[in-house]
Structures are given as C-alpha cells and as structure tokens.
C-alpha cells in the first residue's frame, strides 16, 4: 500500500510540474463554463417566457440545466483523458525510467494501480472545476441534491474506466502521441456505440450496445442509481488493469 | 555473491546472451567487458530482474532471479546505461523517491540521502531540477539513486560513458571506496577503465563468454613472450641490423618499424619463457652500434581483447562455412 501511494504521489507531482495538469484543468473549465453559461441563459430566458404566458409550472433546474450540463461534461472528459493517460506508461518508456521501476522491489500490480490511482486524482481535480458552477446553481436556485451527486459518481466511474483503458494502452508503446491518439479513438469508438445500435435491437447490437460506455451513462445523468450500471464500470476497471498487468509481463519477456 | 549459470537471452530474432556462466564473490569489484552489442547489458538486466532468462539460472545471494524477484530487487542497486532520472525532480525530491522505493524506512530517508549526497558529491545541485543538470552531474544521480540503499550488490551499465576525464577519476575513485562492502559488477567498453577499477574481467563477445579471470592473470597468461622495442642510432643498413638481431638466441622474430628521427626501430619477440633484452643489448653494442632506446612492450589489455575477439569471430566465421 505504502508503495502506491508513493508512486501515485510521484504521478500526480509529474502531473503538476508539467503543464498537462493545468492545460487540461483550463480547458475543461473553459468548456464547461461556456456550457454552463449557455445552459442558464436559455434556462432564463424561457422561464421567463413562461410566466409572461402565464404558466405558472416551475421549471426543473436539474431536468433542464444539470443533466444536459453534467452530460455535455461526460463527452468533454472523452476528449481530456488520453491528454492525462498517455504519458502514464509511454513516458517511462521512453525516458527509461521504467527500469528503476521494474527494478525496485515493487510488484508491476502496485506500479499500475499507484498510476491510475494517481491519473484518477488528476481527473477528480478536472471535474472539481466544475464545481464551482454547479455550486451556484445552488446558490440562488433549489435543485435536488442526490441526482446531482449519483451524476458525479457516473462521471467518475465514466472517468475511471477510460482511464484504466488508457493505462493499458499507454504500456503498449513508448510514444506518447500513439498512446494519446490510440486512447481517444478507442475513447470515441465507446461513446459511438450506441449510435450503430438506435435502430436495432438484435441480439449482437444488445451486446454492442452494452458495451457503450455512454449508455450506463445516461442513467447516471438521470440521477439513477443501478447496480448494473456501476457493476459495469467496474469490471471495466478490474479487465483493463488486469490486461495491464498481462501487457507489463509480457513486456519484460519481449524487449 | 553472484552466480550465473548456463543463462541464455533470446530475442525474436537474435541470441544476445549464449549459455554464459560465472560467478561473483562477495567485495569482489568485476568488469564485464565486451564490444558495443556484445550482451553485456542484458545480462545486466536478466540481474536485475528487468528480463526473465530464455534459459539458465542468475541468483543473486542465494535467491533465483526468477523465483524470488523482490529479494534480489531488494539486495541490488542498478544503474542502467542512461541514468534513469525524472527531470521534473529536484535532485533531493528524487532521491527521497528512490529511497523509499526501494524501501528504506522512513525516519532513515533524510540521513541515507544525505549520505548519499556527500557521497557522490552532489552538494551543489542539491536543489535543482533534474532537467536542468549536466551529463556528469546526471551520471552522478544516477549513481547516487543505486547506492542509496546499501544493496549488497552494485550493477553499473557503463557508469563513466559520456563523463570527462576528471569525473571518471571521481567515479573509478567511489567505485574504490564502494568496493569492500559491495560487490560491484560494472560493464564497458573501455578497457583501461578496467584495467583501473576492477579485480578481476569477465570479457564476452556475441553473447558468448570468451574469457574470466583476474586482470593480472589474464595479462600473464595471454602474454606467452616478452617483446622488446629497441632504436638503434641510423647509420647501419636497416636489413643487416635485422639480421643481426634475429641471430641473437631466444628471438623468435623481429620487425622492422618506420624509422623515427632518423632512428631505426625494431620490435623483437622472445620464444616462450626467455629473457632477450640483455643479449640483445649486447649484441646491438658489440657490432659497434649505438643503442639509444631499449624498452620492454607490455601486452595491453587491449591487445589482449582484440585477439581473443578476433579469435572468436575467426572461429564463428569457420562454423558459419562449414553449416553452408
């Protein structure tokens, strides 16, 4: 245990002497305030029109603002997190660091979790940007706190599993630009899953569907909680690192 | 300390490391040496347990490198060929690092650092950034980061590759000082600095073990004659000196130098076992010749590496004939 904190700690300082950190957390800020911007003027704009109409049904802030908001912010991590996952093992590679690693006495299953854990925290300080938004929205308006909380942990489940997935392919190659470029279109190819199935609804496209990380998403942004859901993204989790720790094995029997 | 036994490295397409055996004693400082591809650093790292073997047993105090890994991971300290350093650190930041990767207690970091720090003479770059350091100071770290431990065994890749000659003084000078309580193997291909550091070489050429023993030893034994160079003051024909010489008994052979200042040199080998120099000598004298330099030519130890290189390259070039 000692061993991944150290490690996870010595992540996350890398993280924070580079500019990766920064540079992801800015954008994601950038994003997700624009979105956020949009999002509340719309919402005031029509609530206003209704009651000019005479409605006098109040409007849902979660409905209309956090969910379409936290599920625009489910799509922008897609983007984010090959920038925080691809120098995880490619780095090491390349600078042959990797070495000390390999030859320290630390097994290969605390070196991986010590990284994702740490590409993990870098992701939970991404989505605290977000925070501050929503913390507004509470402020001055009255929205149901549990939805709100059940959609962060869908992102950080999201989160967590991709990131896993970019660990392991981070150990494949010693080039960063490969690892990023090969996690964000397997990144894209998840999300876009569930497109290829809409109008199906056939054995294999079940499967397929299944496979889509946006779909155990939705329930999620919909403030449900489902085990299968979140028993999803965790076997996720546990298949990518365990093949991580297969890759890293068979690393040393290769080089 | 350290025993190697018929180990073997294959890669997909190649066989770095052919069934090499040896063994370390304990203090003992060795020199692996062996020409650029030769399989020195992956049997580095079958060591230090960064590749499993295709064949063969390496274990380090007793335990099997691939048995048991995190007790020998324990008992090593490796650098690599290129230091491996994390720029974003500062030297300090990294050290602590390693230290307490390789599992240093806690409450005993800070002294073991500073230890460390004294040691390898890194006072000044204390707290600067990795990065920012130069190659010498790099190599430094990097030493510094294996020693940290106090592992019984130090595995060197090239430690003095890419320093100036005043930093190599330094290292060979701590590998001295390291060298009664660890036992150290470092690798190069630079033969004085085995020559310099170590106690005994263990030379392999194309993966195979080509040769182990003490430096001394080897240098005895491969040096089956004496050979003499002797300048002779121009004046006499060159070929009558020559024949002159070669009459002289116990000279096996003689060769005719370019002249140097007018002088004419020759350099004569003596059959096994005889002292030629003073019947040289004499004989150079009584012809009535001045004798203005007589030198024995020691056997260098790169002499010595080459022909038993060439040796084997002569003999894989006959196996490769025979099998077409």
Not at chain 1, 27 to 34: D, H, P, Q, R
């Amino acid at each position: 245990m000692r061993n991944v904190i150290l490690i996870c700690k010595k992540e996350l300082k890398s993280y924070f002497a580079s500019p990766i950190a920064y540079c992801v957390m800015a954008l994601f800020a950038l994003i997700f305030g624009f979105g956020f911007y949009t999002a509340t003027r719309d919402f005031v704009k029509f609530s206003f029109q209704a009651q000019m109409m005479g409605q006098m049904q109040p409007m849902n802030v979660n409905e209309q603002i956090i969910r379409p908001l936290l599920g625009f912010a489910s799509t922008v991590a897609l983007f984010l997190i090959p920038m925080i996952a691809m120098r995880l093992f490619a780095e090491e590679k390349r600078s042959g660091t990797i070495e000390l690693l390999l030859t320290s006495p630390v097994t290969d299953l605390q070196i991986i979790l010590g990284k994702w854990i740490g590409s993990l925290l870098l992701y939970l300080c991404v989505l605290f940007m977000s925070i501050v938004n929503v913390a507004m929205l509470f402020m001055w308006g009255k929205p149901d706190l549990k939805p709100v909380l059940v959609a962060y942990l869908g992102l950080i489940l999201q989160g967590a599993c991709l990131l896993a997935i970019g660990t392991f392919i981070s150990t494949t190659t010693r080039n960063q630009i490969v690892a990023g470029g090969v996690t964000f279109f397997v990144c894209l190819l998840l999300w876009l899953l569930s497109w290829f199935t809409a109008f199906d609804s056939g054995g294999f496209s079940q499967v397929i569907n299944y496979l889509s990380i946006v779909t155990h998403f939705e329930n999620f942004a919909k403030g449900l909680l489902s085990i299968k859901d979140v028993v999803f993204y965790i076997s996720m989790i546990f298949f990518s690192l365990f093949i991580t720790a297969r890759a890293m094995e068979s690393l040393r029997w290769r080089a | 300390m350290i025993k190697v036994e018929g180990l073997t490295k294959r890669y997909a397409r190649t066989v770095a490391v052919d069934d090499i055996s040896f063994e370390v004693e304990k203090g003992q400082i060795v020199g692996f040496l062996g020409p650029n591809g030769a399989g020195k650093t992956t049997t580095m790292r079958v060591l230090t347990c960064f590749l499993p073997p295709t064949s063969g047993k390496a274990a380090i105090a007793g335990f099997d490198v691939q048995e048991s890994p995190q007790d020998v991971k324990k008992r090593i300290g490796y650098l690599p060929e290129t230091p491996p350093l994390y720029p974003e650190m500062e030297v300090i930041e990294y050290l602590d690092f390693v230290g307490q990767l390789k599992g240093i207690a806690r409450s005993d970091i800070k002294s073991r650092v500073d230890d460390v720090v004294e040691r390898c003479a890194l006072g000044d770059v204390r707290t600067r950034l990795i990065g920012k350091l130069s190659k010498g100071y790099r190599q430094r770290v990097g030493l510094a980061q294996a020693i940290i431990h106090n592992p019984d065994v130090l595995i060197l890749d090239e430690p003095t590759s890419g320093l100036d000659p005043k930093q190599i003084i330094e290292i060979r000078e701590l590998l001295k000082h390291l060298s009664g309580e660890h036992t150290i193997v470092l690798s190069t291909h630079i033969l004085s600095e085995v020559e310099h550091s170590c106690e005994r070489v263990i030379i392999i050429s194309q993966g195979k073990l080509v040769a182990q023993d003490s430096v001394a030893n080897l240098t005895n034994r491969l040096r089956g004659s004496e050979a003499v160079c002797l300048e002779v003051e121009a004046g006499p024909n060159s070929t009558e000196v020559q024949r002159r010489l070669e009459q002289v008994s116990g000279v096996s052979r003689v060769v005719a130098k370019d002249p140097r200042d007018g002088q004419l040199v020759f350099e004569c080998e003596s059959l096994q076992g005889r002292h030629i120099r003073a019947d040289l000598a004499r004989s150079v004298v009584n012809a009535g010749w001045n004798l203005n330099e007589l030198r024995p030519v020691g056997l260098s130890l790169e002499d010595i590496f080459l022909q038993l290189t060439a040796a084997e390259k002569k003999d894989s070039a006959k196996q490769d004939g025979g099998t077409k």
